[in-house]
């Protein structure tokens, strides 16, 4: 048994500067939730450790929000771990000097493989990767392209010495359909790195089966559209997952 507690990390997904959610990943789902920065104070306020942004545009490849997200990071205490076209070089330094925790990696994880390999090289903690899937097929480019299979890419990351990864089941992700539990398992007993989970969370219910995973590798979850749609406060949640 284990006495760590389920890590939350409520969403801030940015796209046209605006805070919004998204049904499956899917462009023209938005539902629009206002300023992101006013929505990353509330759950710092709300008592967050974490907090995961996104630019959905870099993500997408409509753009970017850049200064807009670089100024959340700034006006944050807590963590943040901040994902959406980080592809290379130039984009990675910018994401990193924003003072951000760490990043996620997705769409460069699939197809460049030798510079991300390097990365994780050169920022070890700092660097994780989003697996974004559909089934076992790891989808990349703003979940528009196929990526090839979850669990060869996971084995070469691992080998590679990837230090965590954020699993995202995108049939699941801003359904409130519930997380998928049997996917984090198996990619839980194929790597002995940490997993943060993503897609799906609806209720707190959800969380405390979430928080069930945890001695098996499970660290954290991410929660979107749950919050942003009141199906529970994030005090509410970080209290079911204190125990
Ligand atoms: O979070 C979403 O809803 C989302 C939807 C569609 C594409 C990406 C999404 N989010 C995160 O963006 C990064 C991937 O960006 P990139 O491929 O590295 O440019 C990843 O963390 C996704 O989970």
Redesign the pocket.
């Known amino acids: 048994m284990t006495d760590r507690k389920l890590e939350l990390l409520p ?1 801030v ?1 940015v796209r046209d500067g605006q805070a919004v ?2 049904v499956h ?1 899917e ?1 023209g789902s938005e539902t629009s939730y206002g300023d992101p920065l006013a929505a990353a104070l509330a759950w710092q306020r709300a008592g967050a450790e974490w907090l995961h942004l ?1 630019d ?1 545009d ?3 490849g409509t753009g970017d929000n850049r200064a807009q997200i670089a100024e959340v990071v700034r006006s944050m205490d807590i963590k943040v771990e901040l ?5 290379d070089d130039a984009s990675l330094a910018a994401a990193l000097a924003t003072g951000c925790t760490r990043v ?5 994880a699939l197809e460049s493989p030798e510079w991300v390999a390097r990365v994780i090289a050169e920022h070890g903690d700092r660097i994780a990767v ?1 697996l ?1 899937v559909r089934g076992t097929t790891l989808r ?4 528009t392209r196929d990526g090839g299979d979850l669990y060869e890419t996971l084995a070469r990351l691992d080998a590679e010495g990837c230090a965590r990864y ?1 699993v ?1 089941d995108i049939a699941k ?2 359904t409130l359909q519930g997380p998928n539990l049997e996917l984090l398992r198996t990619v839980c007993a194929r790597t002995d790195r940490p997993v943060v989970a ?1 897609g799906g969370v609806s209720s707190l219910d959800d969380l405390r089966a979430l928080a069930t995973l945890v001695p098996e590798g499970v660290e954290g979850a991410i929660v ?1 559209k749950a919050l942003y749609a009141k199906a529970f406060t994030l005090e509410e949640a970080l209290e079911a997952v204190s125990a």
């Open positions: 969403a997904d959610r998204l990943g462009s996104v959905l870099a993500a997408f994902s959406g076209g980080i592809r996620n990696l997705g769409t460069a989003g974004d990349g480019r703003g979940w954020v995202t992700d801003g993503s979107g």
